[in-house]
């Protein structure tokens, strides 16, 4: 049996492979999606529900995420809008009367499908005179969802709104209700929509400031001294980022880079390598685990294609441009640009033939953006968090919204220029087939790229 320990984390592989072989046969899917089901009605009726989330603006309605109180299920109620009286709020119960559907699929997304695997039966639609309030919410609800409210109202009391409030809100706080479809194409065309949505990126770099407030830019020493104020430290950094996950609504890509970066901390602890295929293939063992449905969301898969290709890719191609005879700020600078692009074209060809697979395009000029929109996004993302920590202070709050209105001006202006260049999308079809078939070729082409850099 020694040949078990030469295989890396065997024992959160097998299950891994079992819970995906699982869930490939529909077992776990369909029991989650049973359990979602609406009674579905040929005709209208009164349903008392109670309204879970705030309120998302569309064209003509609001649309809310209510609770049927009667079934304990969760749907979408789509309420046109009035302005001759107060619209429901978040933790108001309402007698509606409505009839629920399932949702109808987008040319060839099934929606429906898609709702059920966050937890959304169906939608309904009440008119102005087809609700009213039971009882309304008279206490102050304090969880993440309401954080998250109020540092989006931030935003607009600091002068950012616009497209600019609905991107700063994607890209720090992953609420992506508001944003315009056109910029969501923008963004997908350029080569930039993992900009929009809070993935390993932008938690990375919320953790290297958390990082840095809590060592004091590693200038206090009896910070991370000793082992013990390292373990107190790695808990502490661990909890904040558990707070930022809940803060962003623990969408996949998060948890699985939390619990990296929770995986890391350990490792960092006890003096093992932080940062390897084991804890991606950990990360995915503990989100399986506790959620198996996630094996089918598109962003987990992209987020777990894309931190792998930069893990097996990236180093080999690392090393086919080395720094000869660059010293001190030279060579920080060279390298600081040579991992934008390495790790760009990295991740690019890990998530490629899962962007033909689901999206049916691929974006020409993502070197190009990347190499503007990656920096812009860190100052982004560590101008929010000053915001939420010091904005407070007179005149302070109105100088970093300023700041953060006309960076994220620049970069959507930027973005949506790239989007215009000649050739810069190419559309195409691509099965299940043409998926494996392009995963082999990349894997055999990392091989050997790894044998000739070696």
């Known amino acids: 049996m020694?040949?078990?320990?030469?295989?890396?984390?065997?024992?959160l592989?097998?299950?891994?492979?079992?819970?995906?072989?699982?869930?490939?046969?529909?077992?776990?899917?369909q029991w989650g999606q049973h359990a979602e089901q609406v009674a579905w009605t040929d005709t209208a009726q009164w349903y008392k529900v109670a309204v879970e989330d705030y309120a998302v603006e569309r064209e003509k309605t609001w649309r809310y995420e209510v609770s049927l109180l009667n079934e304990h299920k969760h749907t979408y109620l789509y309420i046109r809008k009035d302005s001759l009286r107060p619209m429901p709020e978040r933790g108001d119960t309402l007698w509606v009367y409505t009839q629920w559907h399932k949702a109808d699929s987008i040319s060839s997304f099934d929606y429906q499908q898609y709702l059920l695997r966050k937890g959304i039966s169906g939608t309904g639609y009440a008119n102005s005179r087809r609700?009213?309030?039971?009882?309304?919410?008279?206490?102050?609800?304090?969880?993440?969802?309401?954080?998250?409210?109020?540092?989006?109202?931030?935003?607009?009391?600091?002068?950012?709104t616009g497209n600019e409030h609905s991107v700063l809100s994607a890209m720090t706080l992953g609420y992506r209700e508001e944003l315009d479809p056109d910029i969501r194409q923008s963004f997908q065309r350029s080569g930039a929509?993992?900009?929009?949505?809070?993935?390993?990126?932008?938690?990375?770099?919320?953790?290297?400031?958390?990082?840095?407030?809590?060592?004091?830019?590693?200038r206090f020493k009896p910070l991370y001294a000793n082992r013990l104020?390292?373990?107190?430290?790695?808990?502490?950094?661990i909890a904040s980022m558990v707070a930022y996950a809940a803060l962003t609504g623990w969408s996949p890509s998060v948890t699985r880079s939390v619990i990296m970066i929770a995986l890391v901390e350990i490792a960092r602890v006890l003096h093992r390598q932080p940062f390897s295929m084991n804890t991606l293939i950990a990360a995915a063992f503990f989100i399986l685990f506790f959620r198996p449905q996630d094996l089918y969301s598109i962003s987990l898969q992209l987020s777990f294609a894309a931190v792998a290709a930069i893990l097996l890719i990236e180093?080999?191609?690392?090393?086919?441009?080395?720094?000869?005879?660059?010293?001190?700020?030279?060579?920080?600078?060279?390298?600081?640009?040579r991992t934008l692009i390495t790790v760009s074209v990295a991740a690019t060809l890990g998530t490629m033939p899962l962007s033909l697979y689901y999206f049916h395009q691929v974006s020409h000029y993502f070197l190009l953006t990347n190499l503007t929109v990656?920096?812009?996004?860190?100052?982004?993302v560590e101008g929010a968090f000053l915001l939420f920590t010091i904005g407070w202070l007179p005149f302070i709050g109105t100088a970093i919204g300023w700041v953060l209105q006309h960076l994220t001006h620049l970069m959507n202006n930027y973005i949506h220029h790239i989007e215009q260049l000649p050739f810069a999308v190419s559309?195409?079809?691509a099965d299940e087939g043409h998926l494996i078939a392009m995963y082999t070729i990349i894997i055999l082409a990392t091989i050997m790229l790894r044998r000739i850099t070696q």
């Open 2 to 11: 020694r040949w078990l320990t030469s295989i890396p984390m065997l024992w």
């Open 13 to 29: 592989l097998l299950p891994l492979i079992a819970l995906i072989l699982l869930s490939s046969y529909g077992v776990i899917p």
């Open 131 to 160: 609700w009213i309030t039971a009882n309304k919410c008279q206490v102050t609800i304090r969880d993440a969802q309401a954080l998250r409210h109020r540092l989006m109202l931030r935003y607009k009391e600091v002068g950012i």
């Open 193 to 218: 929509a993992h900009i929009l949505a809070v993935s390993g990126l932008h938690t990375g770099i919320v953790y290297m400031v958390v990082l840095w407030l809590f060592t004091l830019f590693r």
């Open 229 to 237: 104020h390292k373990f107190l430290l790695s808990g502490v950094i």
């Open 315 to 337: 180093p080999s191609l690392r090393r086919l441009f080395p720094l000869y005879g660059l010293h001190g700020h030279w060579y920080t600078i060279a390298n600081y640009i």
């Open 374 to 380: 990656l920096p812009l996004t860190t100052i982004l």
């Open 427 to 429: 559309d195409g079809l």
